[in-house]
């Protein structure tokens, strides 16, 4: 059995040659392309090396990922578990190929210090070992072909050769059974890794077999771009389709520590997607639920379900992720457990934690590149910094500059390690508008709408910034269009741009419904106390300021007048600012920042 196949485009055949002898000095049997015996079949000779080496190097180039072969070779080993992938330049790797780690080796010349080349070794050392265990080894016992068996010479030679063979099996099992005492009990999954199971179609048409399957895909696809989950490939569950276990036998045997499982249904006039989240280790169920999407375009449905339980899932494993790890002792080496305090104290970050957080910047930027989150780290300290820059807690403009461009440098960073990732990019929206460099704000929301279509996400980051640079008609027209990818959007998104542009009565209507959504969220009594005055209705006014005097804790939805140096933004916060003022609520607001360019 062949220990790796090297699977690349002719270009790049110095490379594998280069691939081939470093590995074969390791003592690894390797096999290329230019073992090809002659009178065999080009395509069977591949299938039958491919299937038979425990692990298949694929080094992607621009050539190789258009090419057939190549990529039904690393579709056939990503099928098999035993994908190990590199790439020579800055191709988009093909789908679904861009999902999975690839070791970044960019003008490799045969270094074998170099940290992506140590990450191809370990992945080779890890499935060359765990292929080798599980190659049984011939019997000893075994009788050549077309040999007799030896006649037996006696009964007292047989009671022998049993008395023996009952002490062997005795001595055997003891050995086994003291192996078994001193064996370490096998370690956890990461709490990093997920399976998405195929979903069920279980609707009766067998029409929306594609849609449930695509569901899946999708689901799984959005997960693995988020940079902190590892998401097992779905053909390894689908290869276990057909054998008797359960959803959690079937999380444990692929090593997950969170298994997705839905099945999909008809809901007139639209679909329906009951889900159940998983936790393999405690055999929980952490969540469950329905999610309906209630539209007759079968493709905008399936779209709009795999973005909601793709959030659905993003918040339960996040949720479990903090609460194992920040009970632990602080370690700032351990970029799990930095990401965990990083992500607690960006939360709810309030002006006393500043300090905490710049340590935790500092000790995120020192984890090393070669770790695999480190994008993920990257991206909590452009949120970090976004947030402090937006809640006003700089203390002089030079600080404000400073945190801006460490948090735009972090977030083009982990965009160039995670390119399919929409986080840096959202992240880097709310800086530039902060910064209000509204063009750069509006390429990057544009730029998240592109990677994950249909994305109500993406619509809210370019209603953001459309409602700060005061163009609030168009804001509210990409308010409406997050709220119908959500099917229950924010309404005080709606309500607020209502108000600004002046239409009292909807402005109403969507905070009232925030009321009801939120109603200890002080910023909803806020905002309708004001609607209601500049819409005449005085009384009803009186009675949300003195519901907002109840709940407010702080000025902080006062900070919202204080976001934008536009004419138009300034004309209407003035306008509501004086209603508020009529109503007897005049919280200092934080000085207007200057325009940091």
């Given at each position: 059995?062949?220990?790796?196949?090297?699977s690349?485009?002719?270009?790049?055949?110095a490379?594998?040659r280069?691939?081939?002898e470093?590995?074969?000095?390791?003592?690894?049997e390797?096999?290329?392309?230019?073992?090809?015996?002659?009178?065999?079949?080009?395509?069977?000779?591949?299938?039958?090396r491919l299937?038979?080496?425990?692990?298949?190097?694929?080094?992607?180039?621009?050539d190789?990922?258009?090419?057939e072969?190549v990529?039904?070779?690393?579709?056939?080993?990503?099928?098999?578990?035993?994908?190990?992938?590199?790439?020579?330049?800055?191709?988009?790797?093909p789908?679904?190929?861009?999902t999975l780690?690839?070791?970044?080796l960019v003008?490799?010349?045969?270094?074998?210090?170099a940290?992506?080349w140590?990450?191809v070794?370990?992945?080779?050392?890890?499935?060359?070992?765990s292929?080798?265990?599980?190659?049984s080894?011939?019997?000893p016992?075994a009788?050549r072909?077309?040999?007799?068996p030896?006649?037996?010479?006696?009964r007292?030679?047989w009671?022998?050769a049993?008395?023996?063979?009952?002490?062997?099996?005795?001595?055997?099992?003891?050995?086994l059974?003291?192996?078994?005492?001193?064996a370490?009990?096998?370690?956890?999954?990461?709490i990093?890794?997920?399976a998405?199971?195929p979903?069920?179609n279980?609707s009766?048409?067998?029409?929306?077999?594609?849609?449930?399957q695509?569901l899946s895909?999708?689901?799984?696809?959005?997960?693995?771009r988020?940079?902190?989950?590892?998401v097992?490939?779905l053909?390894a569950?689908?290869?276990s389709?057909?054998?008797?276990?359960?959803?959690?036998?079937?999380g444990r045997?692929l090593?997950?520590?969170f298994?997705?499982?839905?099945?999909l249904?008809?809901?007139?006039?639209g679909?329906?997607?009951?889900?159940r989240i998983l936790?393999?280790?405690?055999?929980?169920?952490?969540?469950a639920?329905?999610?309906?999407?209630?539209?007759?375009?079968?493709?905008?449905?399936?779209?709009?379900?795999?973005?909601r339980?793709?959030?659905?899932?993003?918040?339960?494993m996040?949720?479990?992720?903090?609460?194992?790890?920040?009970?632990?002792?602080i370690?700032?080496?351990?970029?799990i457990?930095l990401?965990?305090?990083?992500a607690?104290?960006?939360?709810?970050?309030r002006r006393?934690d500043?300090?905490?957080a710049?340590r935790l910047?500092?000790a995120?930027?020192?984890?090393?590149?070669?770790s695999?989150?480190?994008?993920?780290?990257?991206?909590?300290i452009?949120?970090?910094?976004g947030?402090?820059?937006?809640?006003?807690?700089?203390?002089?403009p030079?600080q404000?500059?400073t945190?801006?461009?460490?948090?735009?440098?972090?977030?083009?960073r982990?965009a160039q390690l995670?390119p399919?990732?929409?986080?840096p990019h959202?992240c880097?929206?709310y800086v530039?508008?902060?910064?209000?460099r509204?063009?750069?704000?509006?390429?990057?929301a544009?730029?998240?709408?592109?990677l994950?279509?249909?994305?109500?996400n993406?619509?809210q980051?370019?209603?953001?910034?459309?409602f700060?640079?005061?163009?609030?008609?168009?804001?509210?027209?990409?308010?409406?269009?997050?709220?119908?990818?959500?099917?229950?959007?924010?309404?005080?998104?709606?309500?607020?741009?209502?108000?600004?542009?002046?239409n009292?009565?909807?402005?109403?209507?969507n905070?009232?419904?925030?009321e009801?959504?939120?109603?200890?969220?002080?910023?909803?009594?806020?905002?309708?106390?004001?609607a209601?005055e500049?819409?005449?209705?005085?009384?009803e006014?009186?009675?949300?300021?003195?519901?907002y005097r109840?709940?407010a804790a702080?000025?902080a939805?006062?900070?919202l007048f204080?976001?934008s140096?536009e004419p138009?933004?300034l004309?209407?916060a003035?306008?509501?600012?004086?209603?508020?003022?009529?109503?007897?609520l005049?919280?200092?607001?934080?000085?207007?920042?200057?325009s940091?360019?």
């Amino acid at each position: 059995m062949t220990d790796v196949f090297i699977s690349y485009a002719r270009s790049a055949e110095a490379t594998a040659r280069r691939v081939a002898e470093a590995l074969r000095a390791e003592g690894y049997e390797v096999w290329l392309d230019d073992l090809l015996p002659a009178h065999r079949v080009y395509g069977d000779v591949i299938a039958e090396r491919l299937d038979a080496a425990r692990s298949v190097i694929v080094i992607w180039t621009a050539d190789a990922a258009q090419s057939e072969w190549v990529r039904s070779e690393a579709n056939r080993a990503r099928a098999a578990g035993k994908l190990v992938q590199m790439r020579l330049d800055e191709v988009l790797l093909p789908m679904p190929f861009d999902t999975l780690e690839c070791a970044k080796l960019v003008g490799w010349t045969g270094d074998l210090d170099a940290p992506g080349w140590r990450k191809v070794t370990g992945s080779v050392a890890e499935l060359v070992r765990s292929g080798a265990e599980r190659v049984s080894p011939p019997s000893p016992t075994a009788v050549r072909d077309g040999a007799s068996p030896p006649r037996p010479r006696g009964r007292r030679l047989w009671l022998k050769a049993a008395a023996a063979a009952v002490a062997l099996l005795t001595i055997s099992a003891l050995l086994l059974w003291g192996k078994l005492r001193m064996a370490p009990p096998a370690p956890p999954p990461s709490i990093r890794s997920v399976a998405v199971l195929p979903f069920r179609n279980l609707s009766g048409d067998a029409s929306l077999d594609a849609t449930a399957q695509a569901l899946s895909e999708d689901v799984a696809d959005l997960v693995s771009r988020t940079g902190l989950n590892q998401v097992m490939p779905l053909t390894a569950a689908l290869a276990s389709q057909g054998q008797s276990l359960d959803d959690l036998a079937l999380g444990r045997r692929l090593d997950a520590r969170f298994v997705v499982t839905a099945s999909l249904r008809k809901s007139t006039p639209g679909l329906r997607l009951s889900y159940r989240i998983l936790d393999t280790t405690s055999a929980q169920v952490l969540v469950a639920g329905d999610l309906v999407s209630a539209t007759p375009d079968v493709a905008l449905a399936e779209r709009r379900l795999a973005l909601r339980l793709f959030y659905a899932c993003g918040n339960v494993m996040e949720s479990k992720l903090l609460a194992e790890e920040l009970p632990k002792p602080i370690n700032d080496r351990d970029p799990i457990n930095l990401y965990a305090r990083l992500a607690k104290v960006d939360e709810n970050i309030r002006r006393a934690d500043v300090p905490e957080a710049e340590r935790l910047i500092g000790a995120a930027e020192a984890i090393p590149e070669t770790s695999d989150l480190k994008a993920i780290l990257e991206m909590g300290i452009c949120e970090t910094y976004g947030d402090m820059i937006t809640n006003g807690y700089a203390s002089a403009p030079a600080q404000r500059l400073t945190w801006a461009r460490a948090a735009l440098d972090q977030g083009a960073r982990a965009a160039q390690l995670k390119p399919n990732a929409s986080s840096p990019h959202e992240c880097r929206v709310y800086v530039f508008a902060a910064l209000e460099r509204w063009d750069e704000a509006m390429a990057e929301a544009r730029h998240i709408l592109d990677l994950i279509p249909n994305s109500a996400n993406a619509y809210q980051d370019l209603a953001h910034v459309e409602f700060m640079r005061g163009q609030f008609g168009d804001a509210l027209n990409d308010f409406t269009e997050c709220a119908a990818r959500h099917e229950q959007g924010d309404p005080k998104d709606l309500g607020l741009a209502h108000l600004f542009l002046g239409n009292y009565a909807p402005a109403i209507d969507n905070l009232r419904e925030f009321e009801v959504q939120s109603p200890k969220d002080a910023g909803g009594a806020l905002f309708l106390a004001a609607a209601l005055e500049l819409a005449g209705r005085h009384d009803e006014a009186l009675v949300q300021a003195d519901l907002y005097r109840k709940l407010a804790a702080d000025d902080a939805d006062w900070r919202l007048f204080s976001q934008s140096h536009e004419p138009a933004f300034l004309a209407s916060a003035d306008a509501i600012r004086g209603a508020l003022h009529r109503l007897g609520l005049d919280a200092p607001a934080p000085a207007r920042p200057p325009s940091v360019q």
